[in-house]
C-alpha cells in the first residue's frame, strides 16, 4: 500500500543525509475555523485498467485538536485512501483538506512532505522499526528526519520511550521486545518529534486484545501529555469505545 510504501522509502532516505532543512511557513494558528484538519467534499478516484474507479465519494470528516478519531469500515472501503490523502501520501482528485489552518490540497509535493515530516507523525500495522537499530537508535532517527538538532535527540528519545513505558527497553533492538512492544516503539518513534498529527493505519491489527488494550491507553496517554490528535483505522469492535468520534465507512461514504 502507498502508505506503506512511500513512508519507508522516505526512512530510507532521510537515514543517509543530514537534518533537512524547514522552510514551510509555520501554520496560522494551526487551526481552521477550531479545527485542526478539515476534510470538504473529497472524492479520489483511480484509474484502474483504463475505466475510472470511485473510491472516496464526497468525504466531509474534521479533526479537532487532541481527539481520538477512528476510521472503522470493511475490508477495500477505503480508509487507507482516505488516511493516504489526510497525510498528503495521495492527493484528492476534488474536494478540500485543510491542515493546521492551510489548504494541504493546493501545496506543492515538496511542501506537503515538509509538513508531513515536520508536524506528522505515522504508525503502521507492521511496525515500521529499523532492525538493526535499537529502540532508542530507532526513536533517535525519527528525530533526525525530523531535522530536530542533535542535542535534543538524546532526552527526547528516552522521554518518548518513558511515555510508552519502555524505559527499561530502551536498547532492546526489535526481534528482542513483544509485538506490543513493538509497536510501542513505533509511537515513540511517530511522536518524537512533536508531531500535532498521528495517523495509524490498523495500530493493532497485528496485536491480541489485551495488547490492543494497551496500545489504546498509550494513545490516550500521549494525547493527554503531548497535545497530539490522533486518526486511525481499525476493523476491531472492541476498541471503539475509546474514540472521541467513530467515522463509519462503507463503499467509500460514510454513514
Ligand atoms: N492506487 C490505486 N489504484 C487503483 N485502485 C486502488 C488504488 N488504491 C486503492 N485502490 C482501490 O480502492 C479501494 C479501497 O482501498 P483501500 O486500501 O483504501 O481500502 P481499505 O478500507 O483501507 O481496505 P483494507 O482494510 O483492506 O486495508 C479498493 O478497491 C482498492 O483496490
Redesign the pocket.
Known amino acids: 500500500?502507498?502508505f506503506k510504501k512511500r513512508v519507508n522509502a522516505e526512512v530510507e532516505q532521510t537515514e543517509q543525509t543530514e537534518p533537512i532543512e524547514q522552510s514551510v511557513q509555520p501554520p496560522d494558528k494551526k487551526l481552521h475555523n477550531g479545527k485542526l484538519l478539515e476534510v470538504i467534499n473529497v472524492e479520489r478516484v483511480?484509474q484502474?485498467g483504463g475505466a475510472p474507479?470511485k473510491?472516496l465519494k464526497g468525504l466531509n470528516m474534521e479533526l479537532r485538536p487532541s481527539q481520538l478519531v477512528m476510521l472503522r469500515?470493511?475490508?477495500?472501503?477505503?480508509?487507507?485512501?482516505l488516511l493516504n490523502c489526510l497525510g498528503g501520501l495521495d492527493t484528492p482528485t476534488t474536494g478540500e483538506i485543510w491542515f493546521g489552518g492551510r489548504p494541504f490540497h493546493k501545496m506543492s509535493d515538496d511542501d506537503r512532505t515538509l509538513v508531513r515530516r515536520k508536524e506528522m507523525g505515522f504508525i503502521f500495522q507492521a511496525f515500521a522499526l529499523m532492525p538493526l537499530l535499537s529502540a532508542w537508535e530507532n526513536v533517535v532517527l525519527s528525530l533526525r528526519m525530523a531535522g530536530t538538532p542533535r542535542a535534543l535527540w538524546k532526552d527526547r528519545a528516552a522521554h518518548c520511550l518513558e511515555l510508552v513505558g519502555l524505559e527499561k527497553r530502551m536498547h532492546h533492538r526489535p526481534f528482542e521486545l513483544s509485538g506490543g512492544e513493538q509497536q510501542r516503539v513505533a509511537i515513540a518513534k511517530a511522536i518524537a518529534h512533536q508531531p500535532i498529527l498521528l495517523l495509524a493505519d490498523e495500530p493493532t491489527a497485528e496485536l491480541d486484545s489485551n495488547m490492543s488494550a494497551q496500545i489504546m491507553a498509550v494513545f490516550q496517554n500521549i494525547i493527554r501529555t503531548e497535545q497530539v490528535t490522533i486518526c486511525m483505522?481499525t476493523?476491531d469492535p472492541t476498541i471503539l469505545e475509546v474514540a472521541d468520534h467513530v467515522y463509519e465507512?462503507v463503499d467509500g461514504k460514510f454513514i
Open positions: 500500500m502507498l483511480f484502474a474507479l473510491v469500515g470493511r475490508s477495500g472501503s477505503g480508509k487507507t485512501t483505522t476493523h465507512m
